[in-house]
C-alpha cells in the first residue's frame, strides 16, 4: 500500500531563516505531487506541483520554492522565512490517470516568530 | 475560472441530529466536485467525490452529497451526527477539465454536542 511523509510535523524558525520540508511517498511510482499551506480561515492554497522528476510548477509567486530530486521525494524550501510563512503544510500524492484521487500527508506546522 | 464557495465557517449540530454542509461552485466547464475532511493536526482524507456518474454521490462515513446544476450546489449532508464527525471539511473543484488540480473552499469546522 501506499504511504506519504513528512517532516518534520512541526517547526519554529525565526524570521529570516531557511526553510526546508521534506515529503516522500511510498509504494507508488511517477506520483504526481504537491504542495499545498493552508492557512487560518483561508482553506488550501495549492503551492507548487510536479508531474516528473525536475518538473515544477509554481501556482503562487512567494518565496518558496521546491525541487523533485527523486521520484518520490517533495522538498518545500525557502531561503529567508517571512512571518507570512506561517501555517500548516501539506504534501499530497496522486496518480496520473484522470481524476485519481490526492493523498495528503499529515502535515507540517510552521510557526515563524 | 473554477472556485467554491462554502457557506458558513462554522455549523454546530447535536448528536443524532442532521449534518449540512453547503458548497456553491462556480465553473466555466463540467465541474468535478469533492468533499474532504480533516481532523485536528492531520492530512485530509476523501469523503466523496462527483465525476458525473450519478448526482447522488454516497461517501464514507455516512455522508452523501447531491450534485444540483441547477443551483450550482453539491452540499454534504449526513442524517444523524455523531460525535467521531467533529471535524472540518473542505469542498474543491478541478481547475479544469480532465486535471487533478483542485481548487478548495475556505473549509466549514463542524462541532458536534452531545
Known amino acids: 500500500s501506499q504511504t506519504i511523509h513528512q517532516w518534520p510535523a512541526t517547526l519554529v524558525q525565526p524570521v529570516g531563516s531557511p526553510l526546508s520540508l521534506e515529503c516522500t511517498v511510498e509504494?507508488?511510482?511517477?506520483?504526481?505531487l504537491y504542495w499545498y499551506r493552508q492557512a487560518a480561515g483561508r482553506g488550501l492554497q495549492l503551492l507548487f506541483y510536479?508531474?516528473?522528476?525536475?518538473?515544477i510548477s509554481s501556482e503562487v509567486p512567494q518565496n518558496l520554492s521546491a525541487s523533485r530530486p527523486q521520484d518520490r521525494q517533495f522538498i518545500l524550501s525557502s531561503k529567508k522565512l517571512l512571518l507570512s510563512d506561517s501555517g500548516f503544510y501539506l504534501c499530497?500524492?496522486?496518480?496520473?490517470?484522470?481524476?485519481?484521487?490526492?493523498?495528503f500527508g499529515p502535515g507540517t506546522r510552521l510557526t515563524v516568530t | 475560472a473554477q472556485s467554491v464557495t462554502q457557506l458558513g465557517s462554522h455549523v454546530s449540530v447535536s448528536e443524532g441530529a442532521l449534518v449540512l454542509l453547503r458548497c456553491n461552485y462556480s465553473?466555466?466547464?463540467?465541474?468535478?466536485l469533492f468533499w474532504y475532511v480533516q481532523y485536528p493536526n492531520q492530512g485530509l482524507q476523501l469523503l466523496l467525490k462527483?465525476?458525473?456518474?450519478?448526482?447522488l454521490v454516497k461517501g464514507i462515513n455516512g455522508f452523501e452529497a447531491e450534485f444540483k446544476k441547477s443551483e450550482t450546489s453539491f452540499h454534504l449532508t449526513k442524517p444523524s451526527a455523531h460525535m467521531s464527525d467533529a471535524a472540518e471539511y473542505f469542498c474543491?473543484?478541478?481547475?479544469?477539465?480532465?486535471?487533478?488540480?483542485?481548487?478548495f473552499g475556505t473549509g466549514t469546522r463542524l462541532q458536534v454536542f452531545p
Open positions: 499530497a500524492w496522486s496518480g496520473t490517470g484522470v481524476l485519481d484521487e490526492q493523498y
Open positions: 509504494g507508488t511510482s511517477n506520483p504526481n
Open positions: 510536479s508531474v516528473g522528476i525536475g518538473q
Open positions: 465553473s466555466s466547464v463540467p465541474p468535478y
Open positions: 462527483y465525476t458525473s456518474a450519478a448526482t
Open positions: 474543491a473543484v478541478t481547475r479544469s477539465y480532465n486535471t487533478d488540480k483542485l481548487i
